[in-house]
């Protein structure tokens, strides 16, 4: 009894009416694996190759720190010559290409004396201080906070000289010269005002020379380095507003150094 009420309770399903579509499942499987298709392409694209993105962004911008750090001594005194006395430089002033597994790359420092390093600069700045500190130490002034705001003016100016250089290189549309390489060459500046804080403190009147000759030679140092990253980075560009700029550029260290080999308290001055 149990089974005939069962068998009678459950009501037949009707024959469906629609008939099989062969263009909707067509279409449904097209979208689906287009859809799938292109999300997994994308997803590739954006996971995928995600860390050889941000390593190559990185490397174009700011390029690796050690790099920077591969100096011997014969380097460092080549150099110091190359940045105090740049119209004695009688090689050329193009760094040494490297190529290594088909991207372009340079010669470290400890191989090229035209490559960029951080050690110099580094070096020079921190003289810069302890320099700036004795000078305001003879004259009576030295206090830690005069010594705190020397340290931060020399900062700025540093900072200000990086600025400088990267405006003109966005201005000629060339953008791409990393990031370090443009520390690097700003921070080549302390090693002229370290040469004049110490004719000040050796001979004072000598820094008055001094201190024009350091901004000059660090312009023709600059203008010398800045035209080989524009030619070597700007396909087209105009040549006598590329000139306007290098000359501004070598015009800008006269006050620049002026203003911080001017060591007193007030670091605004």
């Known amino acids: 009894m149990y089974n005939n009420v069962e068998a009678q309770s459950v009501a037949p ?63 460092v005194r080549n150099k110091l010559k190359v940045v105090l006395f740049p119209f004695l430089h009688r090689g050329h002033w193009t760094r040494i290409t490297d190529p290594i597994g ?11 004396i035209n490559a960029p390093d951080l050690y110099i600069p580094l070096m020079a700045f921190g003289t810069y201080v302890v320099l700036a500190g004795f000078s305001l130490g003879l004259q009576g002034k030295f206090t830690p906070e005069a010594l705190s705001w020397l340290f931060i003016k ?12 990267k405006v003109t290189l966005l201005s000629l549309g060339s953008g791409e010269a990393p990031l370090l390489d443009i520390v690097a060459y700003a921070g080549y500046a302390f090693t002229g005002l370290c040469l004049a804080a110490i004719g000040r403190i050796s001979l ?3 820094y008055y020379f001094l201190m024009p000759w350091t901004a000059l030679c660090m312009g023709i140092f600059l203008v010398k380095t800045m035209k080989r990253v524009l030619f070597a980075e700007v396909r087209s560009y105009d040549s006598s507003r590329h000139h306007y700029l290098l000359l501004f550029i070598a015009l800008a260290q006269f006050p620049l150094f002026t203003w911080l080999g001017n060591v007193s308290v007030n670091w605004l001055i």
């Open 13 to 75: 399903k009707p024959p469906s009416s629609s008939q099989p579509n062969p263009f909707g499942n067509a279409f449904y499987g097209a979208g689906s694996g287009l859809i799938r298709g292109g999300l997994g392409a994308y997803g590739e694209k954006i996971f995928g190759s995600s860390s050889e993105y941000v390593q190559s962004n990185i490397s174009r911008y700011f390029s690796d720190p050690q790099y920077y750090f591969q100096v011997n001594d014969q380097y």
């Open 102 to 112: 088909g991207r372009l790359s340079y010669k470290p420092p400890i191989y090229d």
């Open 154 to 165: 020399g900062l700025l100016g540093w900072f200000m000289q990086v600025m400088l250089l």
């Open 204 to 206: 004072k009147y000598s």
